[in-house]
T-cell receptor, first 115, second 115 residues
Framework: QKEVEQNSGPLSVPEGAIASLNCTYSDRGSQSFFWYRQYSGKSPELIMSIYSNGDKEDGRFTAQLNKASQYVSLLIRDSQPSDSATYLCAVNRDAGGTSYGKLTFGQGTILTVHP | EAGVVQSPRYKIIEKKQPVAFWCNPISGHNTLYWYLQNLGQGPELLIRYENEEAVDDSQLPKDRFSAERLKGVDSTLKIQPAELGDSAVYLC?????????????FGPGTRLTVL
């Protein structure tokens, strides 16, 4: 089992729809969770961070965390073609020692928003 | 606030040649990370510095890779000699502190091609 797994893509949604991106993680002791957006040929850009169970909203983005189910998701409302990118889920496992603060990334989900 | 700066942006070398990458973190960020990203994968941590100390280099292939962060600011990652399998994007990131709640910000990366 991979430490961080994202739903296989690519994911295609029409403009204006809600895009739902999912991520599961294996380490129950994980403390913090991040979503990065990566455009083709560019570096990852931090768009959301979430630390507590529940929802966190920022504009059109909502991150959802359920630590009991070891599940984190990202919802993008009113999807736009400019949202087309790879979305990376990252988990801080906080395994202690030298792994303190270490981020483990999923493989990413490619999202395409078509007009 | 200026972002993470990396150079060069692209590098093409012959196998067995040496190569070096440079990174300057966001001002005031004490923690610096070097990641490697292969096509279609999430970034993987190579080494993490807190100030000038390498606190996690467990994933750094020490037979050919080396890194330094003199004076706790900018950093250099070196490969000598390069192998074909080293072709990837090398990303530098920084965060204000270490720990599970730190937010990491990435530079533009260096795309390395080994021929």
């Amino acid at each position: 089992q991979k430490e961080v797994e994202q739903n296989s893509g690519p994911l295609s949604v029409p403009e204006g729809a809600i895009a739902s991106l999912n991520c599961t993680y294996s380490d129950r002791g994980s403390q913090s969770f991040f979503w990065y957006r990566q455009y083709s040929g560019k570096s990852p850009e931090l768009i959301m961070s979430i630390y507590s169970n529940g929802d966190k909203e920022d504009g059109r983005f909502t991150a959802q965390l359920n630590k009991a189910s070891q599940y984190v998701s990202l919802l993008i409302r009113d999807s736009q073609p400019s949202d087309s990118a790879t979305y990376l889920c990252a988990v801080n496992r906080d395994a202690g020692g030298t792994s303190y603060g270490k981020l483990t990334f999923g493989q990413g989900t490619i999202l395409t928003v078509h007009p | 606030e200026a972002g993470v700066v990396q150079s060069p942006r692209y590098k093409i070398i012959e196998k067995k040649q040496p190569v070096a990458f440079w990174c300057n973190p966001i001002s005031g960020h004490n923690t610096l990370y070097w990641y490697l990203q292969n096509l279609g994968q999430g970034p993987e941590l190579l080494i993490r510095y807190e100030n000038e100390e390498a606190v996690d280099d467990s994933q750094l292939p020490k037979d050919r890779f080396s890194a330094e962060r003199l004076k706790g600011v900018d950093s250099t990652l070196k490969i000598q000699p390069a192998e074909l399998g080293d072709s990837a994007v090398y990303l530098c990131a920084s965060s204000r502190t270490s720990g599970p709640y730190n937010e990491q910000f990435f530079g533009p990366g260096t795309r390395l091609t080994v021929l």
